[in-house]
């Protein structure tokens, strides 16, 4: 897994934030764009590009993208 | 006093995906109600301890897959005749629509709309329903009144199932067997607890059903025991609506 490409995939989750917001250290739930939608978009997105199965509470225990990115590789 | 136009006794009745959730209650609740039940559900274990609560006699289990057409026959073969049925079995999903491939319509509408519609098409074509049965699918507002975010593959697998429902009613009426569906908001099951949302986010939106809470699984099956129930001899084609005020 290579972390800026996650975080592209991170980005285009998203409508109206400008792509250089998002980098490792983004707190992503802080984003005035973040939603429930959001949020399922990330976990679809997950087991779409990468065959992981995240749950609600991986996002919720994560501050930052990297912190998500974490979790992520060792689920694989 | 032994009025009661809500029992079942006497009835012979099929409940599939009565391993757990709201089949497994519903078993239960047309056993207590004084129907002779006949179990099936995908995991054999699970479905033991079902069958294991049911008292009235005869009664009989039967581990099914319902997504595999030889598990159907094998369903269909040990069936009696029938006087009702509450078709359970079914699963979901939680993604945005985006992500709403083939591959996840197609898991969904396998266990949700195929299984379901095959079981319904084989009781009436060799005649397991018997004249005057009553059918009910577990459909979901999901599917007909109530269109969130997140839901759209698993309530279009719904919205299949409650137009054939509503097909079925009018078909199968020349033998009098009624079709019916329930419509249930969300039901507290092991399928809402498996993670995608979170509990915190489950107990946010259950505040937003005007009843205060979400469903439980005897809500439902209560209203299957109406449906399946002589109390409603002259209700078919009918999506009952149990979601604690939520489509309002």
Redesign the interface.
Same mark, same amino acid.
């Given at each position: 897994m290579n972390i800026q490409e996650f975080i592209d995939n991170f980005a285009a989750q998203f409508d109206d934030t400008d792509a250089e917001v998002f980098n490792a250290d983004t707190k992503f739930k802080q984003l005035d764009e973040w939603s429930s939608l959001a949020a399922l978009s990330i976990i679809a997105m997950v087991d779409d590009e990468y065959d992981v199965i995240i749950k609600g509470n991986d996002i919720i225990e994560s501050d930052t993208i990297q912190d998500l990115f974490e979790r992520i590789e060792k689920k694989r | 006093m032994n009025f009661n136009p809500f029992s079942l006794a006497g009835k012979t009745i099929l409940v599939t995906g009565a391993s757990s959730g709201i089949g497994r209650t519903t078993a239960l609740a047309c056993d207590r109600m004084g129907a002779a039940v006949v179990a099936s559900g995908r995991d054999s274990e699970r479905l033991e301890e079902t069958f294991n609560l049911l008292e009235t006699q005869p009664k009989c289990q039967v581990t099914a897959d319902l997504t595999h057409n030889d598990d159907i026959d094998k369903l269909l073969s040990s069936l009696p005749p029938l006087d009702g049925a509450v078709l359970c079995a079914g699963n979901s999903t939680?993604?945005?629509l =985006?992500?709403g491939t083939r591959e996840k319509f197609d898991g969904m509408f396998d266990i949700n709309f195929f299984a379901p519609v095959e079981l319904l098409r084989l009781m009436y074509k060799k005649k397991v329903l018997k004249k005057g049965a009553s059918v009910v699918l577990i459909a979901s507002i999901g599917g007909t009144h109530s269109f969130m975010? #997140?839901n759209g593959v698993y309530g279009a697998s719904k919205a299949a199932l409650n137009a054939v429902m509503k097909y079925a009613a009018r078909e199968y009426a020349s033998r009098k067997v009624r079709v019916n569906s329930i419509c249930p908001g969300m039901v507290d099951t092991p399928l809402i607890h498996? #993670?995608?949302?979170?509990e915190? =986010?489950l107990a946010e939106d259950a505040k937003r059903y005007p009843l205060g809470r979400y469903g439980q699984p005897e809500d439902i099956a209560n209203g299957a025991i109406y449906l399946l129930s002589d109390a409603s001899s002259w209700l078919t084609g009918h999506d009952l609506v149990i979601d604690g005020g939520f489509s309002i």
């Open positions: - | 939680t993604l945005p =985006q992500f975010p #997140g498996r #993670g995608t949302i979170t915190e =986010q």
